[in-house]
């Protein structure tokens, strides 16, 4: 059974201090890794895929990395606006994504 | 704007009884997954349908159904409806089969 588990579950950064939010997962044959991000009442927003271990991605102030048992989506310089639960899945041996329960992000101006 | 329109925004029913969610995939995508999302359990895959063609399962109880019609648009039939269906309902879309999925703003589902 496809599994992911994120850490920590709340973060609460000052504006412009940096973080690494953590995603471990086992699955069977990993197919692809996906990072989210999601606001409060709204539906998930696509960041990133990575598919294979040492993979990296970038977009504004974030950052993703990928190994063979754990990703990490790292946040440079973060801005209030920045605020928001980010959500990890996999694509594996199980249908459909499996996702992690999110670390829910606070940046205080 | 991810491109994926679900209706309706908000409802609220009563035990026992049956509701219908609507999603229409983003433009060219053949591909709909639902998924729930409650507060103690996280984001859950219920089902997959692609081009019409139920594709995958994930936990969908057996009260729960849901099509892909022709015009790709789909539908989740909620049934005998219990307190513990309260959750967020998100429809997500992709061109094809595991390519990335564009989520929905979702249907919130409120069972009194």
């Known amino acids: 059974e496809d599994q992911v588990t994120q850490s920590p579950e709340a973060l609460r950064l000052q504006e412009g201090e940096s973080s690494s939010l953590n995603c471990s997962y086992t699955v069977s044959g990993l197919r692809g890794l996906f990072w989210y991000r999601q606001d409060p009442g709204k539906g998930p927003e696509f960041l990133f895929t990575l598919y294979s271990a040492g993979e990296e991605k970038e977009k504004e102030r974030l950052k993703a990395t990928l190994t063979k048992k754990e990703s990490f989506l790292h946040i440079t310089a973060p801005k209030p606006e920045d605020s928001a639960t980010y959500l990890c899945?996999?694509?594996?041996?199980?249908?459909?994504?499996?996702f992690g329960k999110g670390t829910h992000l606070i940046i205080q101006p | 704007d991810s491109g994926v329109t679900q209706t309706p925004k908000h409802l609220i029913t009563a035990t026992g009884q049956r509701v219908t969610l609507r999603c229409s995939p983003r433009s060219g995508d053949l591909s709909v997954y639902w998924y729930q999302q409650s507060l103690d359990q996280g984001l859950q895959f219920l089902i997959q349908?692609?081009?019409?063609?139920?594709?995958a399962k994930g936990n969908i109880l057996e009260r729960f159904s849901a099509q892909q019609f022709p015009d790709l648009h789909s539908e989740l039939n909620l049934s005998s409806l219990e307190l513990g269906d309260s959750a967020l309902y998100f429809c997500?879309?992709?061109?094809?089969?595991?390519?990335?999925?564009?989520f929905g703003q979702g249907t919130r589902l409120t069972v009194v």
């Open positions: 997500a879309s992709s061109v094809v089969l595991d390519s990335q999925a564009f």
């Open positions: 899945a996999v694509e594996g041996g199980a249908d459909g994504l499996t």
């Open positions: 349908y692609y081009n019409g063609e139920e594709r």
